[in-house]
C-alpha cells in the first residue's frame, strides 16, 4: 500500500480501539469525503483484529494494514457513503461580537437561511452535518419564500430588548376611581380586548411546531409575540378587574371572527388576517383607548401594548410582502381568505353592540347626553380612521389602491 493513498493520518500510539483509539478515527473520517481514506498508525496488536470488524460495523471500507516499523502497523480506511456527511464548504461564515454584543442579525449574516429545508434534518440547528436514516418530522413550512421575511434577525432582536412586566411596569396604584357609566365601559373594552388577545396566542402557536428548525429565528419572534399576547391578556384582565365590578359581554359577532380565525390552516393566510388585518386595526384602537383613557394606568397599559402590536403588524406585513413578492398568486388567495372569512360573519353589519357603546362612553368620558354626542361621533372617526390605515397597510404590502379598498371594506367588524 503507498503512503500517497491517505488524505489524513492519525497516530493512535498503543491506545487499543475500546480504549480512546477511536476518538482519534471518528473524527477524522467524518473530515474525509466518501471514499477518502484515512491512515491510522498503531502500535497496538489488538487493533488488527477490532478495526476491520468496526470498519463493517459503521460501513467503512478497511483496505487493510501493513507494518511499516518494528511494532508499528499502518491501517487504511476508505470513509463510507452512509457516515456522518463531511464539513460542508458553506456559505457560512465567522460569528463575531459587535460592541461586545451577539445578535440574531449577526447570527444570519454569518449563518444565512436556506433556500428550502429538508424534513429528515430533524431538530439539527442550521448548518449541523446530519448523519443518515433518521426520521422524517412532520415540518410542513419549509420554504424560505413562504416563512421567512429578510427581516426576522432584526424583529427578534427588537423583541426580546423591548419585553416589559405587567406586574410592576405599570403604577397600578394609580387608578382612579370612576363613575359607573364609565367603569362599565371600561371593563367591556378590556374584556374585549382580553378575548380577541387570547385569539392572538392561540392562531401563531398552531403554526410553531410545522416550521423546519432551519428557519428557527421565525419561531423565535412567534415564541416572543405569544409572551407579548400572555402579558397583554395578563394586563388587560387585571384592569378589568380592579373594579370589582366582574367582566363584560362575549358577544357571538366577536366568538364567531375569532373561531373563523383560528380554524384557518395556511400560514401566511393566518399572517395576513392576524397581523396584518386584526393587529393592524388593533394599533388604532389602542391609540383610541389611549387617547380617552380615564386614568394614567389605563393609559400606560395601552401604550405598552400598542408597541408590541406594532411589532407583530411589521413581521405580518414582511413575511406577506415577502411572499406577494415571490408568489403573485398569493394576491388571490388572501383576497380569497378574507372573502372567506367575511362570509362566516354573513348578516352581521357592524361593530359589537356591548363594544360599541362602551367605545362611545369611553370617548364621551362618561354618561351625560352632550358628552355622549361627541363620544359617538368620535367612535365613528375611529371606524373611518381604521378603514383608512387598513388601505394604506395593504398598499404598502404590496396590493392595487382597488384591492386595498376592497379587503378593507371586507375585513371583519370585530376588528381582530
Not at 482519534?24 to 491512515?39: C, D, I, K, S
Not at 437561511?113 to 419549509?142: C, H, I, K, W
Not at 396566542?201 to 409575540?225: C, D, G, K, N, W
Not at 413581521?315 to 406577506?320: K, Q, S, Y
Request: glycine share 8%; net charge negative.
Amino acid at each position: 500500500m503507498s503512503a500517497q493513498l491517505a488524505a489524513i493520518a492519525v497516530d493512535g500510539g498503543d491506545l487499543p480501539l475500546g480504549g480512546g483509539l477511536l476518538a482519534l478515527v471518528r473524527p477524522a473520517l467524518n473530515a474525509l469525503e466518501t471514499g477518502g481514506v484515512l491512515a491510522v498508525l498503531s502500535r497496538s496488536r489488538c487493533v488488527r483484529e477490532d478495526l476491520p470488524s468496526w470498519c463493517r460495523a459503521d460501513r467503512h471500507e478497511y483496505l487493510g494494514v501493513e507494518a511499516i516499523s518494528q511494532g508499528l502497523d499502518r491501517h487504511l480506511i476508505a470513509r463510507g457513503e452512509f457516515s456522518v456527511p463531511p464539513q460542508p464548504t458553506n456559505n457560512e461564515g465567522r460569528l463575531t461580537p459587535r460592541d461586545g454584543r451577539l445578535t440574531a442579525s449577526d447570527m444570519l449574516e454569518a449563518a444565512p437561511l436556506p433556500t428550502s429545508a429538508d424534513p429528515f434534518t430533524g431538530f439539527a440547528p442550521r448548518g449541523s452535518r446530519v448523519e443518515p436514516g433518521g426520521p422524517g418530522y412532520p415540518f410542513t413550512l419549509n420554504e424560505r419564500n413562504h416563512l421567512a421575511p429578510p427581516e426576522i434577525g432584526k424583529l427578534y432582536d427588537q423583541a426580546v430588548s423591548t419585553q416589559w412586566d405587567a406586574t410592576r411596569d405599570i403604577p397600578w396604584a394609580k387608578v382612579k376611581s370612576l363613575s359607573d357609566a364609565l367603569e362599565n365601559a371600561l371593563v367591556q373594552i378590556m374584556t374585549f380586548l382580553a378575548e380577541n388577545e387570547l385569539s392572538a396566542l392561540y392562531v401563531p402557536s398552531r403554526f410553531m411546531a410545522r416550521i423546519h428548525p432551519a428557519f428557527v429565528e421565525v419561531t423565535m419572534f412567534l415564541a416572543t409575540q405569544l409572551a407579548d399576547e400572555a402579558r397583554h391578556i395578563d394586563v388587560f384582565l387585571k384592569r378589568a378587574r380592579m373594579s370589582g365590578r366582574g367582566l363584560g359581554i362575549s358577544s357571538v359577532t366577536t366568538s364567531r371572527s375569532l373561531l373563523s380565525l383560528l380554524q384557518t390552516d395556511d400560514f401566511t393566510e393566518a399572517e395576513f388576517l392576524l397581523s396584518v388585518l386584526g393587529e393592524g386595526t388593533f394599533l388604532d384602537l389602542l391609540t383610541f383607548i389611549e387617547r380617552h383613557a380615564p386614568d394614567e394606568p389605563t393609559a400606560e397599559l395601552t401604550r405598552r401594548a400598542k408597541g408590541d402590536e406594532s411589532r407583530h403588524v411589521h413581521f405580518g406585513l414582511a413575511h406577506v410582502r415577502y411572499g406577494l413578492a415571490n408568489d403573485p398568486t398569493l394576491y388571490r388567495r388572501l383576497e380569497n381568505a378574507v372573502r372567506k372569512r367575511a362570509a362566516t360573519l354573513h348578516g352581521v353589519s357592524g361593530v359589537p353592540a356591548p363594544l360599541q357603546d362602551a367605545l362611545t362612553i369611553l370617548a364621551a368620558g362618561g354618561a351625560h347626553p352632550g358628552d355622549v354626542a361627541r363620544g359617538h361621533e368620535r367612535f365613528r372617526e375611529l371606524l373611518e380612521t381604521m378603514h383608512l390605515s387598513r388601505t394604506r397597510r395593504l398598499e404598502h404590502a404590496g396590493f392595487t389602491t382597488e384591492q386595498a379598498e376592497t379587503i378593507s371594506q371586507l375585513h371583519t367588524p370585530n376588528f381582530m
